[in-house]
């Protein structure tokens, strides 16, 4: 079992900058994945960005490519997320996901990951 706790979210005006930050505990050496997906409001959730925990290998959602950057802390078994450039469009709750189980690619249905942290919410002003 793995425990993830986000935090760092908040309210920034359009251009500036968050940092989001994901804690896991419990199994951690299960981790192979960790994601970042967001869901706003009336939307589906949908993928953001992640990264494959023993190789650094990532992936970005392309809304995010250039603005944002997954990185993670293996002493403190902690997983990042840097929002820079943020716009409006970036509100939402922001959740973070573990998947224990290798694949070939990183995946980024979050169907396909196994635990899920309580979501920070991330509002964007104009």
């Known amino acids: 079992q793995v425990h993830l706790v986000e935090s760092g979210g908040g309210l920034v005006q359009a251009g500036g900058s968050l940092r989001l930050s994901c804690a896991a505990s419990?199994?951690?050496?299960?981790?192979?994945?960790m994601g970042w997906f967001r869901q706003a409001p009336g939307k589906e959730r949908e993928f953001v960005a992640a990264?494959?925990?023993?190789?650094?290998?990532?992936r970005y959602a392309d809304s995010v490519k250039g603005r944002f950057t997954i990185s993670r802390d293996n002493t403190n078994h902690t997983v990042y997320l840097q929002m820079n450039s943020l716009k409006p469009e970036d509100t939402a709750v922001y959740y973070c996901a573990a998947r224990s189980r290798n694949w070939f690619q990183i995946p980024i249905n979050g169907a396909q990951y196994d635990y899920w942290g309580q979501g920070t919410q991330v509002t964007v002003s104009s």
């Open positions: 419990g199994h951690t050496f299960s981790r192979y994945f």
């Open positions: 990264m494959r925990w023993g190789g650094g290998e990532t």
